[in-house]
């Protein structure tokens, strides 16, 4: 299981994963 965290406020919030090999990376941008 990948851990997700969300970054950011208001319209401009980034969505990152870290996988298994604790790479982090960025899955998606919400606005």
């Known amino acids: 299981m990948a851990l997700c965290l969300y970054l950011g406020e208001g319209p401009d ?13 960025m899955i998606k941008r919400v606005q």
């Open 13 to 25: 919030v980034l969505v990152y994963s870290l996988d298994f090999g604790g790479h982090l990376r």
